[in-house]
């Protein structure tokens, strides 16, 4: 199956490419904040960092897609991968004249990181343009099993690259950068003109007009709005809740959690590799269910709180994360018209960031009123809660359509 899939050189270099830029985006994110604690040695300034690396995609996520929608996608990504070489060249170079800055680096963080807001919607509109439908689900697989590999990989080339110096980093960022535009020119592709309306005014219109398309979409506004939820109760008790209530269960919770993101993302690469195997296509139901799943986890590992328990709980929720993720990816691509691609991902991720977000700001107040123990069990029920009941809508719904007549649901 993946073979087969490979032998198209269009999905080869597009997913080679987008595996590669990934990893230069990964290793940048990292390196700045490496080089902003060696520089500062300050967490305020480290977390700043860590804001310039956030931000962009609440700021400019939905203006983003509005442009991959506009522009031609290929071209796009070649400017933008091509413009992101010098810029962390130049870090590299500042350092060694001893004239970088902390201004500088936050700077250049931010524009790298703004860049990514236009880069990533185009780049996942491509993949239903050279892939047939029916291929989308292993495609979709193998691009998330790349991704994912590729932040279990660059750990392991970090350390490597740390024996050598933070700045290192970015030679091998810029070499990312540039083997990505090799393989985007590789790829080819007819997209359908589209008409530009150059001010800031048709932006925010096209904005305007998604949401109205998307407000009119059952389906897909039922999805954008459970993954907002779903990502909220998630949050914070997946990356900083785990993390404090092995602090308060062992000795060693620092390796003991990097165990667990390994096994965890270990767990998400399997499921990635054999879900195509099981479904050709992917609906709502099957987002629901991998939900439920990955609220079952969550719940297993707050209700039983015990070390070993953890890794139970984190399989689980490897098993239900990338289902719900390939099946969210699948509908946006089987139901979004193509001239909208661009602005259905952007406004994927930017619920997703805003998710994010919001999540950290309440729960890290939530945790001085609340055993962790607790918001463990009480988000994975309610994530739980909020699938099952989409899930009893969603059947109904289809039963009601079935008995009427044999309308595409997802028309």
């Known amino acids: 199956m993946y073979l087969l899939l490979l032998k198209n050189k269009n999905i080869r ?20 904040l490496f080089l902003a604690y060696d520089m500062t040695s300050s967490t305020i300034h480290t977390t700043s960092m860590a804001i310039a690396s956030t931000a962009p995609y609440l700021l400019f996520g939905l203006i983003g897609g509005v442009i991959a929608d506009w522009l031609p996608r290929k071209k796009l990504l070649i400017m933008l991968d091509l413009a992101r070489i010098p810029l962390v060249l130049s870090v590299f170079l500042l350092d060694q004249f001893g004239i970088l800055t902390f201004a500088y680096l936050l700077i250049v963080s931010f524009v ?27 495609a979709n697989g193998l691009n998330d099993t790349l991704s994912r590999g590729v932040t279990v990989l660059s750990p392991i080339l970090s350390i490597w690259l740390l024996s050598y110096g933070a700045i290192y980093f970015f030679i091998i960022d810029a070499l990312t950068y540039t083997i990505s535009v090799i393989c985007l020119i590789q790829v080819h592709f007819t997209e359908q003109k589209q008409i530009i309306t150059k001010s800031i005014k048709g932006i925010l219109l ?23 939820i779903i ?26 959690y990097s165990i667990l993101q390994g096994v965890f993302g270990g767990t998400v690469i399997l499921t990635n590799l054999m879900l195509p195997y099981f ?76 998710a994010n977000t919001i999540s950290l700001v309440v729960y890290g107040a939530l945790v001085y009123l609340l055993p962790i123990r607790h918001l463990m069990i009480g988000s994975g029920f309610l994530i739980m809660a909020v699938s099952l009941i989409g899930l009893a809508v969603f059947t109904i719904k289809q039963a009601k359509l079935s008995r009427r007549s044999p309308v595409n649901f997802f028309k």
């Open 279 to 354: 479904f050709k296509k992917m609906n709502l139901k099957i987002y629901l269910i991998g939900a439920a799943i990955w609220g079952v986890g969550i719940t297993y590992y707050g209700l039983l709180y015990q070390v070993e328990h953890f890794f139970i709980g984190a399989v689980l929720v490897g098993i239900g994360l990338p289902i719900s993720s390939l099946a969210r990816v699948y509908l946006i691509q089987a139901l979004v018209p193509s001239e909208m691609l661009g602005r259905a991902f952007s406004s994927n991720a930017f619920l997703l960031y805003l």
């Open 206 to 228: 096209a904005i305007a007009d998604f949401c109205v398309w998307v407000k009119e979409k059952t389906t897909i506004k039922d999805l954008f709005l459970i993954t907002f």
């Open 231 to 256: 990502v909220f109760f998630n949050t914070w008790v997946w990356q900083v809740g785990l993390l404090l209530a092995l602090n308060e269960l062992t000795a060693n919770s620092e390796e003991i």
């Open 112 to 138: 790298i990181q703004t860049m990514g807001c236009f880069f990533n919607p185009a780049h996942r509109a491509i993949l239903p343009i050279i892939t047939k439908p029916e291929q989308r689900s292993v």
């Open 13 to 32: 270099y597009y997913l080679l490419g987008g595996c590669i830029s990934r990893l230069g985006d990964v290793l940048a994110g990292m390196a700045f």
